[in-house]
Every structure is written in C-alpha cells, then in structure tokens.
C-alpha cells in the first residue's frame, strides 16, 4: 500500500490509461498531480507499446525486476 492514498477522482485522459490493469493503483496515486501523471502515463505508453522489444518480454522483464526487488507489481 502506498503512504499517499490513491485519488478516486482521476481525470478521464488517466483512466484510459486501461492496457496495464496492474499499474492502476500507481496512475490513481499519481492522480493527486494530473500534470506528472499525464507525462509518465506517455512515458509508460512509449516505452511499453513500441520499440523492437517484443511487448510479452517487456512484461516479463518487469515483472522479474518487480520479484528480485521484492514489491508487487
């Protein structure tokens, strides 16, 4: 759990953030700043649905990371 509880009153731009379910919590939280979340909202976007990588190794990878430091994901 986070120590900033997540905002219920997210912006609609950041609910449609919905092609990663599991980082909801994190865009909610990041909602108490719509400007900052707006940008890692893009940031996620980009660096999750394009590029060579393919996006199923992608998520691997972050899932692995998020294990070996031992925070959920």
């Known amino acids: 759990m986070s120590r900033i509880p ?4 997210v912006p609609m ?3 449609a953030f ?3 379910t599991t980082m909801e ?3 909610r939280t990041m909602a108490h700043r ?3 979340a707006e940008h ?3 940031l996620t976007e980009a660096a999750m649905r394009s590029g060579t990588v393919e996006p199923k190794l992608k998520e691997m990878v972050a ?3 998020s294990q070996v430091n031992h ?3």
């Not at 997540?6 to 009153?9: F, H, N």
């Open 71 to 73: 925070c959920f994901y």
């Open 6 to 9: 997540p905002d219920d009153k």
């Open 18 to 20: 919905s092609g990663i």
């Open 40 to 42: 890692a909202m893009r």
């Open 13 to 15: 731009h950041i609910t």
């Open 34 to 36: 719509p400007e900052l």
């Open 63 to 65: 899932i692995r990371v």
């Open 25 to 27: 919590t994190l865009f």
